[in-house]
């Protein structure tokens, strides 16, 4: 099942990502250290250049406009219901 959902999230990505230079692994870190942690686009882009990639602080927020929206869609689609379950007492 994780392989299914994986290959489906790549899928419509590598759509919206289709004349980009980078590889997807790239974009798609950098994406979430932009989404996931209080980093400044500057650091990410230092964070990058430490591990021998070297990408532009705009770029990234490029990928960040293109691809969150994106993700956000996929992953809507694919959240489960919350139930809450209240005991007898």
Known sequence: MLDFRQS???SILRKVLKRLHYPLEVMLT?????AA??????????????????VDH???HRWAIKVL???AAVLRRRK?????KLEDG
């Open 58 to 60: 705009v770029t990234v």
């Open 8 to 10: 489906l999230i790549n």
């Open 30 to 34: 950098c994406v979430r250290w932009y």
């Open 37 to 54: 942690y209080p980093l400044s686009l500057r650091n990410i882009e230092e964070m990058m250049q430490e591990r021998c990639v070297f």
């Open 69 to 71: 929206p994106v993700l």
């Open 80 to 84: 489960r219901s919350v139930a809450l």
